[in-house]
Each structure stands twice: as C-alpha cells, then as structure tokens.
C-alpha cells in the first residue's frame, strides 16, 4: 500500500514534491517495522533530499525525518550518525516550537537515549531530568513519565552509582 501510494504521489507531483517525500517516509516507517532498517535509511534519506530542496530550512516535516533518520540509524547500529541527526532534530525542534514543547521533549528523550549507547552518561542524566520533570509537571502517572523515570534509574546505574538510582524509582 505505502509503495502504491508512493507510486500515484510520484505521477501526480513529480519526483521533488513534498507529498512524495511523505509517501517516502512512510514507506521507511514499513520498511524499518518490518526489518529492513537499511532500505528504511534509504528511503528517509531521500525524503530528507526532498524536504531540504522544497521545504523551508527548519521546518518541522524536515525536523521530523531526521528525528525518523537518526532513530533507524540507531537500529542499523549507527550510533555516531544517530547522535549528528538527532541533535540536527532537536536543534530544529526546539527553534520551531521551544525547549518545552511534547516535539522537543521527544526529541531530547531520543537523543538520551543515543547518548546512553555512546556512554554520555552527564548529558544523557541532564536530558533525562529535563524529560522527567517536563512528564512530572503535567502528569506524574503518564507512561512517558514512568518510562523516562525508569530510564533515568537506568543511566544513574550504568555510570556506576546504584544507590543513587534507589530514590528515583
């Protein structure tokens, strides 16, 4: 269906059109559930060639393909490339809607994340913390609350201070 819906996107406005870069991340997002994290790269990466040439510079579309881009880099185990694209997402994020915005506080959290695989430990707390408290003050019994609790505990852990991590659970 995504590879149908590419097809009629790519007649109908050409092969440089914003709708085509939709149809293509789209098609990433199959490709990368179904397994195929390497042609997901691809695909988000034309998209991303497309949105650069049509899209304004920092617009959130663009924003949100590199966040897509840096995310199955990290499942392909591009870890250094994942890190440059969602600092370039959550650069984008917080430019177009702040530091506090749900987009920018998922984009931190995605980048905690890439950060804990490269063993950033002091950013990927600070970032967590930011995450947390942004859950916290909105509310504490969501589950991105819970889970950036756990995943905060986690980090404190891994850097090697376990009794630190007891008072945050």
Do not use: C
Not at 23 to 33: D, G, I, S
Not at 68 to 76: E, M
Not at 143 to 152: K, R
């Amino acid at each position: 269906l995504a590879r149908q819906a590419h097809a009629i996107r790519q007649r109908a406005f050409g092969p440089a059109h914003r709708e085509v870069a939709r149809a293509l991340t789209v098609r990433a997002l199959v490709a990368k559930e179904l397994g195929s994290v390497d042609l997901a790269i691809q695909l988000y990466d034309s998209a991303l060639m497309i949105q650069r040439r049509v899209l304004p510079t920092g617009h959130s579309e663009t924003a949100g393909t590199l966040n897509n881009l840096a995310q199955a880099n990290l499942a392909r185990g591009n870890v250094t490339l994942a890190e440059q694209l969602q600092r370039d997402a959550l650069d984008q994020r917080r430019l177009l809607f702040g530091d506090t915005h749900p987009a920018s506080i998922g984009a931190k959290n995605n980048l905690a994340v890439i950060l804990v695989y490269l063993k950033s430990w002091d950013e990927a707390e600070l970032l967590l913390s930011e995450v947390l408290k942004f859950w916290r003050t909105r509310d504490p019994g969501h589950p991105n609350a819970i889970a950036t609790l756990n995943n905060l505990a986690t980090v404190v852990v891994l850097r090697g201070e376990a009794l630190r991590a007891e008072p945050i659970l």
